[in-house]
């Protein structure tokens, strides 16, 4: 992270910002949206969904230094559409069912 940049970000944003580097790490190419709220992590895939996804308290970050639970968060998102966790697969993606509001149809209960 750029070291100027990171000095102007809050504390959340920078907690935000590490976890989004993290998860595009992990799983190239999708489009993860990151905030902080209220001391949680919130991780969407906006590929798939700005609704659904993982919220990840700050306090269980503090005793996580690799982010093994983002990376099983992200992972977890992933095979609820059945996406390859290599990296993203535009056409892969595009043949998503859809619900009417956009959002991709994944298992709920997986």
Same mark, same amino acid.
């Given at each position: 992270?750029?070291?100027?940049?990171?000095?102007?970000?809050?504390?959340?944003?920078?907690? @935000?910002?590490?976890?989004?580097?993290? *998860?595009? /790490?992990?799983?190239?190419?999708?489009?993860?949206?990151?905030?902080?709220?209220?001391?949680?992590?919130? &991780?969407?895939?906006?590929?798939?969904?700005?609704?659904?996804?993982?919220?990840?308290?700050?306090?269980?970050? /503090?005793? %996580?230094? *690799?982010?093994? /639970?983002?990376?099983?968060?992200?992972?977890? &998102? *992933?095979?609820?559409?059945? *996406? @390859?966790?290599?990296? @993203?697969?535009? %056409?892969? &993606?595009?043949?998503?069912?859809?619900?009417?509001?956009?959002?991709? /149809?994944?298992?709920?209960?997986?």
């Amino acid at each position: 992270m750029n070291q100027t940049i990171n000095q102007s970000m809050t504390h959340e944003q920078q907690q @935000a910002a590490r976890v989004g580097e993290v *998860l595009w /790490k992990a799983y190239p190419g999708y489009r993860w949206a990151v905030t902080v709220v209220g001391g949680l992590v919130r &991780i969407r895939n906006l590929d798939l969904s700005g609704r659904w996804g993982f919220d990840i308290s700050l306090e269980t970050l /503090k005793t %996580d230094p *690799l982010m093994k /639970k983002v990376i099983m968060a992200g992972g977890e &998102i *992933l095979e609820r559409y059945r *996406l @390859a966790r290599a990296g @993203a697969d535009a %056409d892969q &993606i595009n043949a998503l069912p859809r619900w009417t509001t956009g959002e991709a /149809k994944g298992e709920s209960d997986a």
